[in-house]
């Protein structure tokens, strides 16, 4: 059984920045990914960051430059910079981790997510 819990999310003004973290726990034999994926009000979830295994990072257009994502395998861990914060970065954020376990393999597993508001 695998556990992602995040946290760091909460109430920012414009222009401040805030860090998510989101750890996995239980029987995790590897780890092939890690990322976060936000949803606004009204709005579909949309992909935000994803880092690799070997450290590799992709973002979506809308955060690059201001978001940073990084990662911790030996603490399956996986943390979300955000800085220059914008309202139209307030959404829900949640992470997903992409493992195996020594019964399953290559799943992703989903956090139940965390708020972030940026007021202006």
């Known amino acids: 059984q695998v556990q992602v819990v995040e946290s760091g999310g909460g109430l920012v003004q414009a222009g401040g920045s805030l860090r998510l973290s989101c750890a996995a726990s239980g029987s995790i034999f590897s780890i092939n990914a890690m990322g976060w994926y936000r949803q606004a009000p009204g709005k579909q979830r949309e992909w935000v960051a994803t880092?690799?295994?070997?450290?590799?990072?992709n973002y979506a257009d809308s955060v690059k430059e201001r978001f940073t994502i990084s990662g911790d395998n030996a603490k399956n861990t996986v943390y979300l910079q955000m800085n220059s914060l914008k309202p139209e970065d307030t959404a829900v954020y949640y992470c997903y981790i992409d493992l195996r376990t020594i019964v399953v393999p290559n799943q992703k597993y989903w956090g139940r997510g965390t708020q972030v508001t940026v007021f202006s």
């Open positions: 880092i690799g295994s070997l450290g590799s990072t």
